[in-house]
């Protein structure tokens, strides 16, 4: 009744407030460019300080006394539109009007029309208005940065830092503290080991702009800590069609000695067509049951599944990309647009160094080895979506497929489980690795009143993902020269492995009401928001081993890339069978459902105040279904079901000091929740024995949130910002490392410690260089910085292993840093050139917790340094040539220098590459 109550209240003061004012509203759109719709133009009621600018989609409300007035609508290189019209207390009037170049060129409208919602002059003033703490960057800010992926893209906002295979960090907290939406909708990641997709799986072509909120709204997942991270898909307002071809050299990886699993080195495996190939034999079944494959059957899954590796020379990366994307007008109002977008690229990978764990308890290596790791990748990505828009009514469809695969051969030398008198035992692994993400998502916004008064917005999602090593080979012996190996059958030295994790049931669905009154005279309103969003997913995991068991036990001496003829052999011999040794544990299921229901409100108060404050209620549902080892493979599963109810206020606050500068403060209570590798009973057995093992026992975190941000906006084109945030988290997730009870198989799991506090700053300043000098005109600066302390409380009677009671929070680094330096150039009037310099490193981070006596593993900073060069040679055709990781450090991990136990060994690394320097060449023509 309450809620009742306050609804028509609302509802009587904005008829009453509209009795004595009217409603000027309408849509501004380019003439000259097929009537694409104007965002951020501007319209104002001539001789008063009445006026807004236009929202994305070029739509203004203006509430404007009683009586005659003339409306002027401007636009930079556009002519002024005038219109005289009277109105009533009451009464709305549409006025749309289309704008003109007036002197300027076809040409000139065009490219500014093109980009006007994703340039960095809009995104800023959206920056300065928002009421909440969000960052954005849009399609012509990456393209200028040579940006290739979303990954990439976001390592240019404040805080946001790029670790090498483990995804985004923000404020230097790991992928766990993150949550992905795509178009506003919860989406999934397409791996167990990832909280989110990998965003370098997006292409830039696909994408209009990437936000980022770094302080929580009750509108957006109660799971956040680090930050929502929004993709919202390009909505391209004109015509275009563009192809284009891309080549890529990275010193150290191409054009060298490479090897490639035979599988994989054919037409099909450069398309990455091979993973049905690789699959798991029919004959063993869908359940497990000890089958051993009969000569017969081994020899015709064999044709297709070589255990083989060639040694070839790895080319240069190829990518290719095409756009097409077009728009017309249906009746007076409506307009549609539609875009499709294919990319593809290949790329050759190859990671040197040493690769070692520490015995805990003790100061020795358990393993020492030296890794080369041979990586041939493809990743392929298609999108498209149709889009309606009239005054009232928008609807959109999207449907995205991304597609990414990767063969491996990892050969491993050196000494496991201690044995360092033998320092010669080579491990081969021959991976291959696909993973495929089809989302389908419908959108729709209604104004219920022709003022917009009364809207309601929504959409439904349906996400279909895979992921699979559909074959890991392992063979290990001891080495006898470059191309031959000494081995046995038996023990682990010839294994196969199946994993296959599936989320073939993943739905996710918004639903907002949201009713705007009290109207100012600078166009600004409050809103009530109540709404609904929530998810459903399950993710079946399945995963399988087969063992080379010998008939006749016997060593011998093979070539390792040419070894599959002699295990045909044997097999046909009856030396050797391949058995299925499958655990009990094989299959899991994860069910996870989250229904929240929010109240979302936003208040001004008088010209300088704003406040955003809502309410969410979060039910989590996380069910395990899993067996144990010595299960039978037909029990009954076992369950561990956690779920909780959680109240989530928020509240930010804007306060204008001025027209250029605002005040914001930020409080939140939020949770986080694991990665499914960390929660999945699944021991995920890497090829030197060592382990992943989930704990399906672990507790989301609750976590309390704090920001106060001070912004200027000197010009359209400058930012100074510096902030200070807070957090505490209880229960905190986090990766350890746990001794085993003999030497070698060392394994990582995740547990819950007991508290984290951390609190920091940050700094952002983008400059234009013309304040130093007139000679510095044509360049910009930007520079962010996050600096972080963080201390973690460990409950040791709950966690007896761990060394400390107190020490950081694994995943967390105390600074990162990211600057870039621009010049726009041109040679003539068509030939414009933008150089760039990006940067970026962070400091030393928490790989894994340290136990029983080691320190922590800690991750060193990796200082990254790219140039791009992108022209305009014509109007048709651009270029972009980039130099990647131009510093070229060591990639390391290395033990600390605390650890409690006697450390034998004088070089603490364990794990070092480097990654090379890329140098590639882009080039794209528009129709």
Do not use: C
Request: negative net charge.
């Amino acid at each position: 009744m309450k809620i009742q109550f306050l609804f028509a209240a609302l509802f009587l003061i904005s008829v009453s407030f509209a009795q004595e004012k009217g409603t000027v509203t309408g849509t501004l759109t380019d003439k000259e460019a097929n009537n694409a719709t104007l965002p951020f133009a501007n319209a104002v009621i001539k001789g008063t300080t009445l006026g807004v600018t236009t929202d994305a989609d070029g739509n203004y409300t203006i509430a404007v006394p009683a009586g005659t007035h003339t409306i002027v609508f401007s636009f930079l290189g556009y002519e002024n539109v005038e219109e005289t019209f009277t109105i009533a207390g009451g009464e709305t009037r549409t006025i749309n009007k289309a704008l003109g170049s007036g002197a300027y060129t076809l040409q000139d409208v065009q490219i500014q029309a093109a980009v006007t919602r994703e340039k960095e002059t809009a995104l800023l003033l959206e920056q300065k208005k928002a009421v909440e703490i969000k960052q954005s960057i849009g399609a012509q800010e990456m393209s200028r940065k040579g940006v290739s992926d979303v990954e990439e893209g976001l390592t240019k906002i404040t805080g946001i830092a790029k670790v090498e295979s483990r995804g985004l960090f923000v404020r230097g907290l790991e992928d766990r503290y993150n949550n992905l939406l795509i178009n506003d909708l919860q989406a999934p990641s397409n791996s167990p080991f990832k909280k989110i997709i990998p965003l370098d799986l997006f292409p830039t072509d696909i994408v209009g702009v990437l936000s980022v909120y770094k302080t929580f709204n009750p509108n957006i997942p109660g799971d956040f800590a680090g930050a929502t991270i929004n993709v919202e898909t390009a909505q391209p307002r004109t015509s275009i069609t563009k192809l284009g071809v891309g080549f890529g050299f990275t010193t150290a990886n191409n054009g060298e000695d490479f090897l490639i699993s035979e599988d994989a080195n054919n037409t099909q495996g450069f398309l990455g067509l091979v993973g049905k190939d690789r699959e798991l034999p029919y004959y063993y079944g869908g359940r497990p049951s000890g089958k051993v494959a009969t000569p017969d059957q081994y020899a015709e899954s064999s044709k297709q599944n070589s255990w083989n590796v060639d040694r070839t020379s790895s080319p240069i990366n190829s990518s290719i990309t095409m756009l097409h994307a077009e728009k017309f007008n249906i009746g007076d109002t409506g307009k549609i647009n539609y875009i499709v977008s294919i990319n593809g690229d290949n790329n050759y990978q190859i990671r040197k160094g040493v690769d070692r764990t520490f015995n805990q308890g003790q100061g020795n290596y358990d393993n020492n080895l030296s890794t080369s790791k041979y990586s041939y990748n493809t990743s392929f990505s298609g999108l498209a979506g149709i889009r309606y828009k009239s005054n009232r009514l928008g609807l959109a469809v999207n449907s995205f497929f991304l597609r990414s695969t990767s063969s491996i051969i990892q050969d491993q030398l050196g000494y496991t489980n201690s044995l360092s008198n033998n320092p010669n035992i080579l491990i081969r692994a021959n991976q291959f690795e696909e993973s495929e993400y089809w989302n389908n998502q419908l959108l729709a916004d209604y104004a219920i009143t022709e003022n917009g008064k009364h809207s309601v917005k929504g959409g439904i999602a349906y996400v279909k993902t895979s992921f699979g090593q559909p074959d890991r080979k392992f063979i290990t012996g001891e080495k006898i020269n470059d191309t031959e190996i000494n081995t046995t059958y038996g023990g682990n030295n010839l294994i196969r492995q199946f994993l296959d994790v599936s989320g073939d049931r993943y739905f996710s669905s918004m639903l907002e009401y949201s009713l705007k009154f009290n109207e100012k005279a600078n166009g600004k309103s409050n809103k009530i928001a109540i709404g609904y969003n929530g998810f459903n997913n399950e993710e079946v995991s399945s995963y399988r081993f087969v063992f080379g068991k010998p008939l006749v036990s016997t060593s011998y001496v093979a070539s390792l890339n040419d070894i599959d003829d002699r295990i045909n052999q044997d097999v046909a011999s009856g030396l050797l069978r391949f058995t299925e040794e499958s655990t009990g544990d094989y299959k899991s299921k994860l069910l996870q459902t989250v229904n929240a229901g929010y109240l979302n409100a936003f208040f001004n108060f008088g010209e300088k105040w704003e406040i955003n404050a809502g309410l969410r209620a979060e039910n989590s549902l996380r069910e395990i279904k899993y067996r144990q080892i010595s299960d039978d493979f037909s029990a009954k599963y076992r369950k561990i079901e956690k779920e909780k109810l959680d109240i989530l206020p928020s509240v930010n606050v804007k306060y204008a000091l001025n027209d250029i500068s605002n005040i914001r403060l930020a409080g939140s209570k939020t949770i986080t929740k694991p990665v499914s590798i960390e929660v999945m009973p699944i021991q995920y057995v890497n090829p030197d024995g060592t382990v992943e093992l989930g704990n399906p026992n672990l507790d989301n975190s609750d976590n309390l949130n704090l920001d106060v941000k001070y912004e200027i906006f000197p010009t359209n084109k400058e930012l100074i910002a510096v902030g200070v945030f807070g957090k505490q988290i209880d229960n905190p997730i986090e990766r350890v490392f746990i001794p085993t009870a003999s030497s070698g198989g060392q394994i990582t799991t995740y547990q819950n410690s007991q508290k984290a506090t951390l609190y920091g700053a940050e700094f952002e300043l983008l400059l234009q260089l013309s304040r130093i000098a007139p000679a510095f005109d044509a360049f910009s600066f930007g520079f962010n910085t996050s600096l972080m302390q963080t201390e973690v409380e460990v409950d040791l009677v709950t966690n007896p292993l761990e060394n400390n009671a107190k020490r950081d929070l694994q995943g967390a680094a105390n600074w990162v840093v990211n600057a870039d330096i621009k010049y726009d150039f041109q040679f003539n009037e068509e030939m414009k050139n933008t150089i760039s310099f990006v940067y970026g490193v962070s400091g030393d981070r928490i790989y894994a917790v340290g136990t029983a006596g080691l320190d922590n593993i800690y991750e060193k900073p990796f200082h990254k340094l790219d140039f791009v060069w992108s022209s305009k040679l014509s109007q048709n055709i651009d270029l972009k040539l980039a130099v990647d990781n131009i510093l070229n450090p060591t990639f390391k991990r290395e033990l600390g220098k605390d650890s409690k136990v006697n450390i034998t060994e004088s070089d603490l690394t364990v794990r070092t590459f480097k990654r090379g320097t890329g140098f590639s060449l882009n080039i794209n023509y528009t129709f």
